[in-house]
T-cell receptor, first 112, second 114 residues
């Protein structure tokens, strides 16, 4: 059974710092991996999707990498801002159109 | 937001009453999912659908049923609500038409069972 782990559960950093959020999964046979952002009391916003054949994806200040063989993904946030404060969720998709398996998230606080 | 709406957005109900949550999408996506989110558990799959009248169970399906009579609507029913079903419920679609299978989520329904 696929399991997804995100460490740390919470992280607090000063504004302007570059940071890395970690995601690990137990079964390397994945179809894709998706990173989401969730603000308190809100839904999930898709940030980046990495197909299994890809190594990384970038969107603005965000860069997500994927190492399937080691079962790891990282989300890099450059020059963090207070508006980046949210919970970040990692999810893997075992095969096409199958449901996602989620980690429990990392709660990020960026302090001005 | 991939045109996903959920109704109601908030509901308080009593133990033992039936409850139906609705997920509506406007873009004719084939795959739809219901998840629940609870502190300490994260998001867990309840049921999903791969087409009209085609559904399957997820990790936490006990006490829930679903129906999909039209492509655009996916209904989640709690036949007899229990306090353990107090949760935030999210509907999602898979944008399989784009070839990416990227999943998009609705705004959620906060359900409280008293």
């Amino acid at each position: 059974k696929q399991e997804v782990t995100q460490i740390p559960a919470a992280l607090s950093v000063p504004e302007g710092e570059n940071l890395v959020l970690n995601c690990s999964f137990t079964d390397s046979a994945i179809y894709n991996l998706q990173w989401f952002r969730q603000d308190p009391g809100k839904g999930l916003t898709s940030l980046l999707l990495i197909q299994s054949s890809q190594r990384e994806q970038t969107s603005g200040r965000l860069n997500a990498s994927l190492d399937k063989s080691s079962g790891r993904s990282t989300l890099y946030i450059a020059a963090s801002q207070p508006g980046d404060s949210a919970t970040y969720l990692c999810a893997v998709q075992p095969s096409g159109n199958t449901p996602l398996v989620f980690g429990k998230g990392t709660r990020l606080s960026v302090i001005a | 937001d991939a045109g996903i709406t959920q109704s109601p957005r908030h509901k308080v109900t009593e133990t033992g009453t039936p409850v139906t949550l609705r997920c509506h999408q406007t873009e004719n996506h084939r795959y739809m999912y219901w998840y629940r989110q609870d502190p300490g558990h994260g998001l867990r799959l309840i049921h999903y659908s791969y087409g009209v009248k085609d559904t399957d169970k997820g990790e936490v399906s006990d006490g829930y049923s679903v129906s999909r009579s039209k492509t655009e609507d996916f209904l989640l029913t709690l036949e007899s609500a229990t306090s353990s079903q107090t949760s935030v419920y999210f509907c999602a679609i898979s944008a399989s038409k784009t070839g990416s299978d990227e999943q998009y989520f609705g705004p959620g329904t906060r359900l409280t069972v008293t």
